[in-house]
């Protein structure tokens, strides 16, 4: 069954640093999808990113980056220039092809808190 | 906005009492998935429909039934509550496999069973 590592429970960054968020999964399919998404405190669930297994570029949202290394099977979320409002939980996500057929798996999280 | 809308928002209940949770969508959507939030477990599937009348299965279905009678609405069922399923429940939909395959949630149900 895949499997989705985030080691890091909870990160500090600095207003206007960038971020690094890891996460490690598992899976034998070759077919695949990365997802990230964000949880305020108010608790809503709100998608950021996406990044299929066969993509050849990393995948970019405004400030939001995918770090895709594939043969290390890791998906890593760079933040860049963070702000006050990025303070939140971070959950990174795997969804085998074909999606609907297919549970999306989640990891633990991480939870970020941005410094002034 | 996926027009996803869940009921009640909060909810308090005894163990043993049945409880149900409503998802509501607007736009049609075939794909629609229960998922409930733990702390150190992130969102685990509980169970998901493909259609009306047509469900499966999710990882932690034990407990949980499901019914989905019309397209709009996919109802979460506990029929008898524990307190392990104290919990936040999260709706979600998927807009098909012309998409990347993310999921839209809805804003998440607060069960406390006592």
Known sequence: AQKITQTQPGMFVQEKEAVTLDCTYDTSDPSYGLFWYKQPSSGEMIFLIYQGSYDQQNATEGRYSLNFQKARKSANLVISASQLGDSAMYFCAMRELPYNNNDMRFGAGTRLTVKP | ?114
Not at chain 2, 21 to 27: A, F, K, S
Not at chain 2, 62 to 81: C, I, M, N, P, Q
Not at chain 2, 100 to 108: A, D
């Open chain 2, 1 to 114: 906005d996926a027009g996803i809308t869940q009921s009640p928002r909060h909810k308090v209940t005894e163990t043993g009492t049945p409880v149900t949770l409503r998802c509501h969508q607007t736009e049609n959507h075939r794909y629609m998935y229960w998922y409930r939030q733990d702390p150190g477990h992130g969102l685990r599937l509980i169970h998901y429909s493909y259609g009306v009348k047509d469900t499966d299965k999710g990882e932690v279905s034990d407990g949980y039934s499901v019914s989905r009678s019309k397209t709009e609405d996919f109802l979460l069922t506990l029929e008898s509550a524990t307190s392990s399923q104290t919990s936040v429940y999260f709706c979600a939909i998927s807009l098909g496999q012309a998409f990347t395959g993310e999921l839209f949630f809805g804003e998440g149900s607060r069960l406390t069973v006592l």
